[in-house]
């Protein structure tokens, strides 16, 4: 799939200093999870203002915002080669986030992410080569005790199995893994009620470019057994139709959602990887969209299409727990490489918007998601 880095990199680094204290997050309704990410909207306020973002989530029946936490954007000294001696870490827009979503009754679902800082990779350069686990410990640890009150579900990483993110490819899994346990560790020991998602696996191999999820996966746990609440991972297919069964076991798009249930099964079957009560994983789709503008673009209208049925395949799924639309907003010049935004810009509502808000509130009205109608 074709990089995304910049776009987050972007909104990431318009973060700015603080610290907020935190209450209790609200407990979410039953049924599957209509979830949303644009950290350019939501985190920086970069292409749009959040409170205009948090209403137009409200008419997509959103119960979760996901944001990535980009460890070179939060420390102090990203780009020095050498580790500073004093550092800090910095989430004030994501606490001011947390306190309006949570007006809105919004959950958030926070995922510790890269590019590390220069001085944790092995290059000396922002990014994700050669990534010096030993200092992710202190990154996972502050951002634990920080949410231990405001966030109840983490995931570790994002796209472990892409070399933008994590390379080389040759010792992907093994440095995930060792990502994982780190983070796992410091997660339960601050909070021993959250949520863990494992994965947040790109979709497919490509040569040089990513590890087919499923391999990846099982390269993973192949040293031992882990446990974790929830497997993440985004079933992007772009070029094909939604019916679409992309070729190959090892990878798992939106069509072919049974390979990573049958996959989950095995794995927990052989103890590789279950929840903590030793049960296979359920699936959390952290992120999906359809191009609307770029390369592989398609129709507004087959966009419509797509996307709404998309969610429907979710939906039918009772293992998928989560269905995430990435990009609310038309992302900024810099970045619209990567625009899978529903939103177009002063927030003209697209084709796909109002149909997938129609769909949600469909959906919404037979209790068959999180969130509910409210009462009349």
Do not use: C
């Not at 420390?75 to 050498?82: E, H, M, T």
């Not at 609440?229 to 798992?252: L, M």
């Not at 299409?305 to 990009?327: C, E, G, H, S, W």
């Not at 109002?354 to 409210?374: C, D, E, G, N, Y």
């Amino acid at each position: 799939m074709p990089p995304r880095v910049p776009t987050i990199v972007v909104a990431a680094i318009l973060v700015v200093a603080g610290f907020a204290t935190l209450g209790a997050p609200a407990h979410a309704a039953k049924g599957m999870e209509i979830a949303l990410q644009d950290d350019g909207a939501f985190v920086s306020e970069y292409s749009i203002k959040r409170k205009k973002a948090l209403g137009l989530a409200d008419k997509l029946f959103v119960s979760r915002i996901r944001v990535n936490l980009p460890w070179s954007a939060i420390v102090n000294s990203p780009r020095k080669k050498k580790r500073p001696k004093k550092r800090h870490y910095d989430f004030t827009s994501y606490d001011a986030l947390y306190r309006k979503a949570k007006q809105h009754g919004i959950k958030l679902q926070v995922t510790i992410s890269g590019f590390a800082p220069a001085w944790a990779t092995g290059n000396h350069k922002i990014g994700g080569y050669k990534i010096k686990t030993k200092y992710f410990k202190e990154f996972a640890h502050a951002v634990a005790k920080h949410f231990r009150l405001a966030a109840d579900r983490y995931s570790v990483y994002n796209e472990a199995n892409y070399v933008s993110w994590n390379g080389p490819l040759s010792s992907a899994a093994k440095t995930y893994r060792e990502l994982y346990k780190i983070a796992y560790k410091e997660i339960r020991k601050t909070d021993p009620r959250a949520k863990i998602l494992i994965g947040e696996t790109a979709p497919y191999a490509q040569s040089g470019r990513s590890i087919a999820p499923l391999k990846f996966i099982r390269d993973v746990v192949k040293p031992g057994p882990l446990k974790a609440d929830g497997y993440a991972h985004h079933p992007y297919d772009f070029r094909h139709s939604i019916d679409y069964r992309y070729p190959g076991s090892d990878n798992v798009t939106i069509s072919s959602l049974s390979r990573l249930t049958k996959q989950l099964d095995k794995l927990a079957k052989s103890k590789r990887l279950t929840t903590p009560a030793g049960k296979p994983l359920d699936v959390y789709l952290t992120e999906y969209g359809y191009m609307a503008s770029g390369r592989y673009r398609v129709s507004e209208s087959r966009r419509a299409k797509y996307v709404t049925k998309a969610f429907q395949i979710a939906l039918d799924n009772p293992r998928v727990k989560q269905m995430l639309q990435y990009l609310l907003v038309k992302p900024p010049p810099r970045s619209d490489f990567f625009d899978t935004s529903i939103v177009g810009k002063k927030a003209k509502l697209t084709k796909t918007f109002k149909a997938l808000a129609s769909w949600a509130k469909k959906q919404a009205t037979h209790r068959k998601i999180a969130r509910r109608l409210p009462r009349p």
